[in-house]
């Protein structure tokens, strides 16, 4: 994915859409990968993780895609309520290039005025045993990313061997990974170490 994640299938003739009350998110989080599965299935570069923490796990992203940039999903199905919406909405914010809400339909109007006017807003909808997706609102980048928290994705032995491939400091051992990170968002352009970052996420043996 470069730029904005690609659209989800919409079914323009349909029966009216049962309320999901009795869907669970892990049910919305299956359909979801499985359609991000299909739409990315030819990307090369692309990995989807099932979950994943950030900011050193103030929040855990649902969702996560990982190409040319970094997207997150955050999922709120109908048995969830929005009260750590906003602490979730702040940690995402720092370090993804794209964040969506999915979110029931019943909390749509609260979570659009909730999330960032940068963050997408996707409703799950169910036919059958069918869970499909539409957009209520389009993801675009996020226009304040901070290098910080991107460096913090990194593992502690990733942060060290990044400070010493590039130059940074030939010395790592003593060094924590605060002062690593720290090294790394000072001393990196944002497109570099972002560009870093994905790709030793797309390494990670699977959990």
Known sequence: MSGSPGSIASHPSRP?????????DGDIRYALIER??????????????????VCLGEARV?????????????????????????????AYSRCLDFATLVVEDRWHRHAS???????????PTQVGSKISFKYARRPRRNPRVEPFAVAQLLWRDEAAA????????????R????????LLAEHLPLEVLSEIVRNHLRARPSR
């Not at 996560?64 to 979730?88: C, H, M, T, Y």
Request: net charge positive.
């Open 16 to 24: 009216r859409r049962p309320r999901l009350a009795s869907v669970r």
């Open 36 to 53: 991000l599965q299909l739409e990315h299935a030819y990307g090369a570069d692309t990995r989807i993780w099932p979950e994943f923490s």
């Open 62 to 90: 649902d969702v996560g895609l990982v190409s040319g940039s970094l997207s997150g999903f955050e999922i709120k199905s109908a048995a969830d309520n929005l009260a750590r919406l906003p602490r979730q909405v702040a």
């Open 113 to 123: 005025a909730t999330v960032p006017d940068w963050w997408g807003v996707m409703i």
């Open 162 to 173: 990044v400070v010493m491939d590039r130059g940074i400091c030939d010395r790592t051992s």
């Open 175 to 182: 060094m924590t990974r605060w002062t690593l990170w720290d």
